[in-house]
């Protein structure tokens, strides 16, 4: 079965791109997948979650995704950057601020290498899914994190999306689409959803409305176990197997099977309907 690609994009901070990645990683893990995490963002949340911030901080730029970047550690085999992380099935390429010089704000200006996630990933096999965290901007990290990617998931909270600028992401992914021709939504994930909220309850019926089936069935919830979770360093799959969170999860990583073998949607055509 070839490697399947999907990256958790949104240049908004904080909309649950890190802890959708870490939580589905865990789901699909628990599952029989085979899973590759890619920390690709400077701040290393998703590194953090599994190993603290004091062992990631110190971690030497080698031994990270900067190693990827680094035009002097082209030689580098990526798949050595690949360590487990303790849970059966679940690795993890770790980032921490080393990253940060190299995600330029403007990606595609001459010059700079769009390249160099995918061609590294190339050389990565042994996976069933990588999934990528990318940084809560749309800078050369994201963009690298696009063009190594078959599908995107954007987690969204259903909260004003005018202010989370799911546009200029819509353009982003229709620009990266023509540099990588395979690249598909897989859809718009609702993160931190509160139900008692009626807010939360409106804004979910517009997000369907305006982009209906792209948007996923499973909805994740706003929920203490998902930080307790983390806190105890442990994906909710294998943290609390059977609780309402891990079921949620593995809903959300059975649908993102089905979304991506299904073919997901032609990024391009976003642009048309986007809001915000
Ligand atoms: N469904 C949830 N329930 C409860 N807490 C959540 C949920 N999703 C995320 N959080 C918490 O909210 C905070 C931000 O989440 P997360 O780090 O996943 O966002 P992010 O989009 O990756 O942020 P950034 O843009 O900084 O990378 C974290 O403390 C996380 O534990
Ligand atoms: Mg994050």
Known sequence: MPTTTVCFINQKGGCGKSSSTYHVGGALAA?????????CDPQGSLSQAFFGSAAVETLPARDTLAAVFDPAAVLDSPARLAVPTGFERLSIVRANQSLAPYNRPEPDREGLNQFLLRDA???????????????????????????????????????????????VVHQALAHASRLNPRLRLAGHLVTRYDGRLLV????????????????????????SAFKVALACRTPVSHHAPGSKAARVMAAVGEELLARTAGGGVETDGMKQTSVG
């Open 121 to 167: 990933l190339a050389d990565v096999t042994g996976y069933d899914l990588v999934l990528i965290d990318c940084p809560p901007n749309l800078y050369l990290a994201s963009w690298n994190a696009m063009l190594a990617s078959d599908h995107v998931v954007i987690p969204v909270p259903p909260e004003d999306f005018g202010a989370q600028g799911l546009r």
């Open 31 to 39: 599952a029989g997948r085979r899973t590759l995490l890619v920390d």
């Open 200 to 223: 939360h309850r409106a804004y979910e019926q517009k997000l369907r409305a305006l982009y209906r089936d792209t948007v996923f069935e499973a909805v994740v919830p706003e929920a």
